[in-house]
Structures are given as structure tokens and as C-alpha cells.
RNA sequence: GCAGGGGUAGCCAAGUCUGGUCAACGGCGACAGACUCAAGAUCUGUUCCUGUAGAGGUUCAGGAGUUCGAAUCUCCUCCCCUGCACCA
């Protein structure tokens, strides 16, 4: 035997697999099977956590292929977006995370430099993906069909894509509001902060700014979140220690921060200073007009009205807003809340009962107050409801008054929207981020009735794994709304063909990619060109219309047809609510019914123990080569697939997967050992294992065919692990039979450890396992009759060792008493009766006393069937039970095994003879299939 | 807020759709034994409670219900996690 180097071994059949590429997919007579994962942006590194999703499709399509398909399985880069040009600009700033770990990885200096520039980024890391990842771990992807989504020929194709959707009217202009940096243009608010310095988890929050009229005509704007609070306005907030600003704004005279200017500047047209100067001082005093109730209020001074928040001013609503209450408090003066909302939990002050509870006393209490602020605003919007001094608003539930009243506010001009993020945004210039509008933004159109409704339609007949987001999905799309799709800044990606200088945004441009894996192989052999690339080609190629330039038009068109529709795209959980909708409606919008995707698989991820992301710093194993090195491809295969479903997330645990692998090294010598195995038939015993054999097969591909991989995984490598232990153990040593079985074990084991699979094989056979066809199962080859014998004795025996420990026993002998014959036959009958379904009590006795023998036995026979009839209902699998075996012949063949196995003198009596040893009267208990025992 | 997923023995994690073979797969950890100079690996057994005869008792977040029978079905409550759009 060979030792298992495992970092041998792999890199070896690596090697011969892509010599003779195997992988390669060319369409050929058989079915086809396409399957592919959502491709990786290039960001970096990856860890080990990503490779679950990789190996889960290399595991089905390597599968597939084993039971005949012709299959397809590329892969590629989404290389368009922020991700590449965020590496290369950490580059740039030498930040030393990145640095330090392309230095770890073996880069010089005069790499790391070239990375500063993100075309590089990605040429680099597509290299490190395929060679050091994809590769490394097996993977038969066809390479031949590699692309990256900022080559020119993908460029051509997603143009071609949008040609399509404008032509459905599926691109639509309107108003938009995105992140800006006065000085950088666009940024982007993500986490990862590529283009910004701070606030990488801001939400952009919509304010409702509500119009008070002062008595010189000047409007006193307070923004709020709460439009409904407007009935119980008892005053307003300015910051006595602010100088405000004057402004027109669309004819109107405002008094709002000068903060609130500024922004309100990139929000709407004319906006204009026209006083610097306006303290706070000032406005305290004075009266205004609350629109709709039309109260007159005082204005009165507030610190904790901010000048950086919304308008930086603020309207008082003691009753439902605890900062109002506090503040009022401390002014001290003699102005009673209004109540509006009526909800039982928080009484009639709601702020003031909250307050209390938290013990808050002072305006500076900011996190208090912000946590009571939410207390109050979670059981007022979901339970509340406004009171008889909202007008024709009483009764009305919180919810949804809340939008009608904001409407009514916007449409008669008493108020407008603005935009604020809930968190502060600074670029990486050191400027605050801002909201802009974008007055004439494209849309994807994706709220489109029809085609939310096709989409939806089409869902239904598709295979979606797990199933629970196959009914979530329906949901998802008619929530989808129109997405902005194209944007300026620094970006990779494809022009928008309909207005210079913008650039598709990443999520629009990798939604019909699949079907460009078809054509990346001839863009690879140089045989297809970006230029050839027209409209007429995709139309042709894709949708059939018009006719074939020349040939490769038409080997196209022929590949087309045979490889679309995708059967499986495969992504992880993130992909639900954002990538899998649009790469179905996409699919909808352009292509024809035939060629809509087919299947989609999600899977969970890998998390570092307590649910936390999986980083270097907190000891996890970040490069996948190093992981490789130390637990072996085949073991992380192994661990990846059986250590939870696909639809868990797992927790990565570096002692879990050396358990897996030594778990391989240990079926490897097994296998040798097998094999080494040369002996003659047993009957019963080879018997058995050719029917559990079979019945595994039959598991296996039931468990594969609906992606079952966990379960597949723990038939492969710990049943039929067991199984073959058991024969073992049983004395089986038939040669032609142990043969056979390691070679449908072994080509069972190929889709999730195929290194080990192809050098096992490789002991006997010269082809690959690799492409070898998967077992199949002969039912006629199941042996329900060895099977049960096997029980029989299995139950035996654990019933002997359940004794042994209870009573402490070290037997000297055991004496086992099989059943009578008459308990066997009563058994019978009652499942024979069961199975016809005639069971009862008085047919039963009717059919057995016919017997003259049973006639003595009557009251014996009428309480022991009683308790079958009882437990019958337990039992599933009843066709067992009509077989007859003579229990007694069984293990008395078999007494040597037991006399071995508890090292003591094994007797065997049937119950009902005369002639036994049975000093305790045990006898009476044996049962079919349960035999009686008496040790001493 | 909107939407989705989940809570199973010391831990991880199957089972839940299709109720009965479920004291509940598998793995880890722990304990005992074998092997070994030793360690590791491997193998055997035990691991909810009780028990000197293969049994009984109490469990699957909590509560209520349906049923001959519920981890599995229904309702309510509590707790945890995830996604939410110009980030992929």
C-alpha cells in the first residue's frame, strides 16, 4: 500500500485531468446539463468560506456528468463595479492590510505597484482564482470558457442587452436621489467604504418637512419622520445658540441651518441665500401656524435641536416624542401635551410614561432618549391608533395614517421630502457626502406589471433548491422595484449606450451572463471578435432572428440552442433579494419562453465561530492554498458537504475538518485492505451485502438527484462504511464481491472526493473514474430475507449487551430460545389479514383455530395476538413480517460469531421444544424476531 | 419598517413538507477498554434519568389544541439570525 500523501495525490490527477481536458464541454448528441455559480467580483483573496458554493457545483456537475450528461460548467469573473477599483486604490494608499497580505502571498514590490491599477487588480486575481483556487480544489469548470465582465466582447453583449430592454420600454428616466461628494462626483455608500472614509452603514432616511407659517410670511420648516404627530404640535424647537440662514427656495422665504442650505441645494433647484443672519435668539418668541389644524404655537428654545439634522428645526409633540417632553420640562413652561394616539401599553402620556421608566431628566441624555424615541415609535406605528383630535383622521390606524397624511401635506404644498442620511457620510477627501438629485436617472423598469407577472409565472416551473425560497421568491419579485442602472464615478463597467459617460451600474450588467459562456469560447480561440459583435449577431444568435453571416454565426446559433436554458445557477443566500430576481426577470424581459432558466440553487455560507465573518485576526484560515496544504481538497470537499445541509450556515472549525481528514486516510487503508481480502462465498452474508449495496445505490441517487448532498455525503462515507465493516466483521471475504463493491464505492465517492476516488481507482484501471459512469441499482438484487436475518441477529445481540450491562454479568453461558412455531404462525397471519385489510380479533381466531393443535393454546393465542395487533400499528415496513425464516437454523449457524463475540458457550433452542435448558421459564417471552434469552 | 430563516440532548447538527420504524442519523467532546515504550491515529463499548434481565420514566424554546398517537400538524407567546437595491 502506498501512503496517503494526500498533496501528492491531488496535484497528480490535477494534473492528468487538465492534461487531457476533460473538462472541456463540446455539444455532442447526449443530454445536456449547464450549470454554473454566481461568478465572483474580484475583491481580493478569498477564503475558505467561499469555496462551499464552488465545491457544491463541481460536486452536482460532476455528478451529472457521471450519470451521462453532457455538461457545462464555466465560470468567469465580475470584475464591473467598485470591489477591483477599491483593491487597486488601497494599493495606491499603501494601506497596510492589503499590502502586508499581498506580500504574505509571495508578491515583490514591483507587482504589488502594478496593482495600483484595477485592470490589473482583476487580470491578477482571475489568475489566483482559476490556478490557485479552482483548480487546486479539482474543479472540472471549462476553462476553456473563462471571461471577465470588463472584456470587450462582454461589453458588446450587455449593450446588445440594453438595445433589448429599451425596446420592451423596459428602461425608464426619472427623478433620483443618490450619494455625491461636492468635490469627487459620486461615491458609494457600502460597507466595504471605497470611496468614503466613514459611514459605510448609512441608510438614506426620508424626511417630511412641514411648512409653519410665521406671521411675516417666512416659513419655519421642521422636518419629521412622523408626519401623523402633526395633531398634537404644541410648539416649536430652534437652538438658541445657532445662527440660522434665510433662503428662497421655489419663491418661498425659509429660515432653516445653514447646514440644511447647503443641502437642500443639491436636493432642488433655486435654492438661495438671501440673510446670513438669523440666531436662534431671535426666532424664540415668536408664533407660527401649523398647517391643516391650523393652531397658532410659540417658538421656543431647544439645544438639542441639531443644525446638521434635516433643517435644524424641529416641531414639539411632548406627548408622543420624548425629546419634545424632556425638553419641555425643562423650559418650564406651562404648555400641556397632546395627547393623539391612543394605545393601551403606554397609557396617556405616552413620551412622559417612557421618559419615566428610563429615567431621563435631561435634554443631554441622547441615548436614552434615542432608546426611548424607538420604544415609543415601535408601539405607536404598529399598534397605535389616532384619536378624536385628528380630524377625519381619527380612528385611523398609525400606519397607515401616516403616509395619507404625508401625501395630503406634499400634494397642497405644505410640505416636501428631503433626504438625510442616518448617519454621518464623509469621503475619502474629508468632504460630507450629500444627497443629489438626479433629475433624469435610468431605470430598469422592473416594476413592469407584465413582466413581474411572466417572471412569477415562470417561477412555478422552476426547480428551486431549497424549496422555501421557491415560494419566498413570487414575493420578492412583486416587492422588486425599478432600479437605477447605470451611474458616473469611478467604476468599471460597460457604457450605457444611451448617454455618454455613465456606466452601467454591476447588478444590471450580470444578469444573462450565462449565456455568454457560450460565446466566450470562441472570443478565446480568437475566432469571434468584439467588432463582430452587433446587434444583427446577438439577435441572431440568441433570439434567431435575421440569418447567419457566415458559419461560426451558425455553430453559434447551434450552441445556443442545445446548452440554453441554465439548469442550475448556483449562489449563496446573499444572492435572494438582489442577484437570482433580476436574473430571472432579465431572462424573461428578452429571451423566449424556451430559453428561461431552469433551476437555481442557494446555498448558506461558512461562519467563524459565533456567527462572525470568517477573518484572519480572529484565527481563521484565510487562503485557501494554505487550507488545502493542511487538511487536504478532498477532506475540505468532504467536510463542506456533510457537516450541515447546504441550507444551514456552518461555523468553521479547523478541528472538525482534520477529523474528516483523518477519516479519508482511514478509508484509504481500509480500501487497501479490502482489496487485499482474498476468500471464498458466503451465501447469506455476501448476499446481504450485495442487497445494502444496492439499497445504498438507490439512496444515493435519490439523495443526488434532488441535491441532497449532505444526505448523499453520509450514505457514501459513514453508511456504507458501516456496511462494509459489518460484512467484514461477519466473516464475508468473497473477493468478487468486495471487488465490485469498492468499485461502486469508490466511483460513488467521485463527485465529493474525487482525488482520492481516481487514485483508489487507479490500483486496477487505467481510464478516470472521473469518467466513469455512476452506479445504478437492481431492485430484483435487494434480499429482504438476509437482510432480516441480519436484524435478527444485530437486535440479538444489542438485547444480550443491554442484559449484560444491567446485570453486571460475566456470562459463562447464554442460552437463547427462539420462537415457537405457533407465535410465528399467529404473526403471519395477523399481517397477512392487516395487509387485506380484514383484521379483527374474531376473523383472526376464526382462520387459526383451525387448527387443532392451536385449539389448546386458544387463551394463550388470543392475549399474545391481542399485543401484536397492538404494536403492529408502530411498524411501517410490514412486508417483513410475511417472510418466513427459521429463526432457529439462522442462529444456530451463526453460533460460533456469538460464542466469539461474548466469549462464552452460545445455545440455541426453539422455545417450543421439549427437550431445553430453561431454569428461569425465560422461554415464554421469545417472539418473532425476538428471541428469548436466559445467561448466567 | 418590509421580507425570510431558525430555536432538537454538553457542543455542532439530521429529522419537520409526507405524524407511528424517534430516546431521536452523523460528528465533536467526555468516560472506560484494546493497541502502543509513550503520544497521536485507529478499534470496541458507554454517554437524558432510573434499573442486577432485554424494561420503565421524562424530553425536541414555552403554552394551548387536533389525533388512538406529535420534535413533526394548528393557534398564541418568547428569543435568535439574515437580506433590503445603485454593495456584490
Redesign the pocket.
Known amino acids: 500500500m502506498k501512503p496517503y500523501n494526500y498533496e501528492d495525490i491531488e496535484r497528480r490527477w490535477q494534473k492528468n485531468w487538465f492534461d487531457s481536458k476533460i473538462y472541456e464541454s463540446k455539444r455532442n448528441d447526449k443530454q445536456k446539463f449547464f450549470i454554473h455559480f454566481?461568478?465572483?467580483?474580484v475583491?481580493g483573496y478569498l477564503h475558505v468560506g467561499h469555496m462551499r458554493g464552488f465545491t457544491y457545483c463541481d460536486i452536482i456537475a460532476r455528478y451529472k456528468r457521471m450519470q451521462g450528461y453532457n455538461v457545462l460548467f464555466p465560470a468567469g469573473f465580475?470584475a464591473?463595479?467598485?470591489?477591483s477599483i477599491g483593491f487597486a486604490k488601497k494599493v495606491e494608499r499603501k494601506d497596510p492590510i492589503t499590502i502586508n497580505s499581498l506580500r504574505e502571498y509571495g508578491l515583490s514590490d514591483e507587482e504589488i505597484e502594478k496593482l495600483k491599477d484595477p485592470y490589473e487588480v482583476v487580470k491578477y486575481f482571475g489568475n489566483v482564482y482559476v490556478e490557485d483556487y479552482w483548480k487546486r480544489f479539482g474543479f472540472l469548470i471549462d476553462y476553456s470558457r473563462s471571461m471577465s465582465t470588463i472584456s470587450p466582447g462582454y461589453k458588446k453583449f450587455i449593450q446588445w442587452q440594453f438595445y433589448k430592454l429599451k425596446e420592451k420600454n423596459l428602461l425608464v428616466q426619472k427623478q433620483?436621489?443618490?450619494?455625491f461628494c461636492p468635490n469627487c462626483g459620486?461615491?458609494?455608500?457600502?460597507?466595504?467604504e471605497?470611496?468614503i472614509s466613514t459611514g459605510g452603514n448609512a441608510?438614506?432616511l426620508e424626511f417630511t418637512v412641514i411648512k409653519f407659517l410665521m406671521d411675516d410670511g417666512t416659513i419655519l420648516p421642521a422636518a419629521t419622520l412622523r408626519p401623523e404627530t402633526i395633531f398634537g404640535v404644541t410648539n416649536m424647537w430652534v437652538n438658541p445658540d445657532v445662527v440660522y440662514v434665510k433662503i428662497k427656495i421655489m419663491g418661498e422665504i425659509w429660515i432653516c441651518s445653514r447646514e440644511a442650505a447647503r443641502k437642500l441645494n443639491y436636493q432642488y433647484d433655486d435654492v438661495e441665500i438671501i440673510d446670513e443672519e438669523i440666531p436662534g435668539t431671535h426666532l424664540i418668541g415668536k408664533k407660527c401656524r401649523i398647517p391643516i389644524v391650523d393652531r397658532e404655537v410659540p417658538i421656543l428654545p431647544g439645544i438639542f435641536a441639531d443644525p446638521e439634522v434635516a433643517t435644524g428645526i424641529v416641531m414639539s409633540v411632548p406627548a408622543h416624542a420624548p425629546y419634545d417632553y424632556i425638553a419641555l420640562v425643562e423650559t418650564g413652561e406651562p404648555i400641556k401635551p397632546i395627547t393623539i394616539i391612543d394605545i393601551p401599553e403606554l397609557g396617556e402620556k405616552p413620551a412622559a410614561k417612557v421618559c419615566d421608566e428610563l429615567n431621563i431628566h435631561s435634554q443631554k441624555e441622547t441615548e436614552k432618549l434615542d432608546e426611548a424615541t424607538d420604544i415609543v415609535y415601535?408601539k405607536e406605528?404598529?399598534t397605535g391608533v389616532l384619536n378624536d383630535l385628528c380630524m377625519e383622521y381619527a380612528g385611523m390606524k398609525v400606519?397607515s395614517a401616516k403616509e395619507e397624511i404625508k401625501d395630503r401635506l406634499l400634494s397642497s404644498n405644505q410640505a416636501l421630502t428631503m433626504r438625510e442620511f442616518s448617519e454621518e457620510v464623509i469621503c475619502r477627501c474629508g468632504e460630507k457626502v450629500v444627497i443629489k438629485q438626479i433629475p433624469d436617472?435610468w431605470?430598469i423598469k422592473?416594476s413592469d406589471e407584465k413582466l413581474t407577472n411572466e417572471s412569477i409565472k415562470h417561477v412555478e416551473k422552476m426547480n428551486i433548491y431549497?424549496?422555501?425560497?421557491k415560494?419566498?421568491l413570487p414575493?420578492?419579485l412583486e416587492?422588486?422595484?425599478?432600479?437605477?442602472?447605470?451611474?458616473k464615478g469611478s467604476?468599471l463597467g460597460t457604457e450605457f449606450p444611451f448617454k455618454e459617460g455613465w456606466i452601467i451600474?454591476?447588478?444590471s450588467d450580470?444578469t444573462l451572463y450565462p449565456i455568454y459562456y457560450i460565446i466566450s469560447k470562441y472570443v478565446n480561440e480568437g475566432k469571434l471578435l468584439a467588432m463582430d459583435m452587433t446587434e444583427k449577431f446577438f439577435d441572431y444568435i440568441f433570439l434567431g432572428k435575421g440569418t447567419a453571416k457566415d458559419a461560426l454565426w451558425g455553430e453559434i446559433r447551434g450552441d445556443v440552442l442545445y446548452w440554453y436554458p441554465v439548469d442550475i445557477n448556483l449562489g449563496g443566500?446573499?444572492?435572494?433579494?438582489?442577484?437570482f430576481p433580476v436574473f430571472i426577470m432579465n431572462h424573461v424581459a428578452i429571451l423566449p419562453e424556451e430559453m428561461r432558466p431552469n433551476g437555481i440553487f442557494v446555498h448558506w455560507w461558512v461562519t467563524q465561530k459565533g456567527?462572525e465573518k470568517i477573518s484572519k485576526s480572529k484565527g481563521g484560515v484565510t487562503h485557501i492554498a494554505e487550507a488545502a496544504k493542511i487538511y487536504g481538497v478532498d477532506a475540505m470537499r468532504l467536510y463542506y458537504s456533510?457537516?450541515?445541509?447546504p441550507?444551514?450556515?456552518?461555523?468553521w472549525?479547523p478541528?472538525?475538518v482534520?477529523?474528516?481528514k483523518?477519516?479519508l486516510?482511514?478509508l484509504y487503508s481500509?480500501i487497501y485492505n479490502i482489496l487485499s481480502i482474498d476468500g471464498g462465498e458466503n451465501k447469506h452474508i455476501d448476499r446481504w451485502l450485495k442487497s445494502m449495496l444496492n439499497r445504498r445505490i438507490k439512496n444515493i441517487v435519490e439523495a443526488f438527484d434532488e441535491y441532497?448532498l449532505?444526505?448523499a455525503a453520509?450514505e457514501i462515507f459513514?453508511?456504507m462504511?458501516?456496511d462494509i465493516?459489518w460484512y467484514i466483521?461477519r466473516g464475508g471475504k468473497n473477493k468478487t464481491i468486495l471487488q465490485y463493491y469498492v468499485e461502486s464505492w469508490l466511483k460513488m465517492m467521485t463527485p465529493i472526493t474525487p482525488h482520492i476516488a481516481e487514485e483508489l481507482w487507479h490500483i486496477r484501471y487505467e481510464s478516470f473514474i472521473s469518467n466513469a459512469e455512476f452506479p445504478t441499482y437492481d431492485e430484483k438484487l435487494f434480499s429482504m430475507e438476509d437482510e432480516i436475518k441480519e436484524d435478527l441477529l444485530q437486535?440479538?445481540i444489542?438485547?444480550?449487551?443491554?442484559?449484560l450491562?444491567?446485570?453486571?454479568?460475566t456470562p459463562k453461558r447464554i442460552?437463547i430460545?427462539t420462537t415457537p412455531k405457533w407465535k410465528q404462525t399467529v404473526t403471519k397471519k395477523i399481517f397477512e389479514l392487516e395487509g387485506k385489510g380484514k383484521l379483527d380479533m374474531s376473523n383472526l381466531m376464526r382462520e387459526i383455530l383451525t387448527d387443532e393443535d392451536m385449539k389448546k393454546k386458544a387463551k394463550e393465542i388470543s392475549k399474545f395476538a391481542g399485543k401484536i395487533i397492538n404494536e403492529m400499528?408502530?411498524?411501517?415496513?410490514k412486508q417483513r413480517y410475511t417472510i418466513d425464516i427459521d429463526e432457529t437454523i439462522f442462529l444456530k449457524e451463526e453460533t460460533s460469531y456469538l460464542e466469539s463475540l461474548f466469549n462464552c458457550d452460545i445455545e440455541i433452542y426453539p422455545a417450543d421444544s421439549k427437550d431445553i435448558y430453561d431454569p428461569?421459564g425465560?422461554s415464554s417471552?421469545?417472539s418473532p424476531f425476538?428471541?428469548?434469552?436466559?445467561?448466567?
Open positions: 454566481a461568478y465572483p467580483g475583491s465580475h464591473s463595479g467598485i470591489p433620483h436621489y443618490a450619494p459620486p461615491v458609494a455608500v457600502d460597507k466595504s471605497t470611496d441608510e438614506i415601535k406605528f404598529h400606519s436617472q431605470f422592473y431549497p424549496i422555501e425560497y415560494e419566498e414575493g420578492v416587492w422588486f422595484d425599478d432600479r437605477a442602472c447605470i451611474r467604476w451600474e454591476p447588478i450580470s443566500k446573499e444572492h435572494k433579494t438582489v442577484h456567527k456533510h457537516v450541515g445541509s441550507f444551514v450556515d456552518i461555523e472549525d478541528s472538525t482534520i477529523i474528516y483523518n477519516r486516510a482511514n481500509l441532497n449532505r444526505v453520509n459513514f453508511e462504511q458501516k465493516n466483521k437486535g440479538l444489542e438485547d444480550i449487551q443491554e442484559i450491562k444491567v446485570t453486571k454479568i442460552c430460545y400499528r408502530k411498524i411501517q415496513d428461569k425465560k417471552f421469545a425476538r428471541p428469548a434469552i436466559y445467561i448466567e
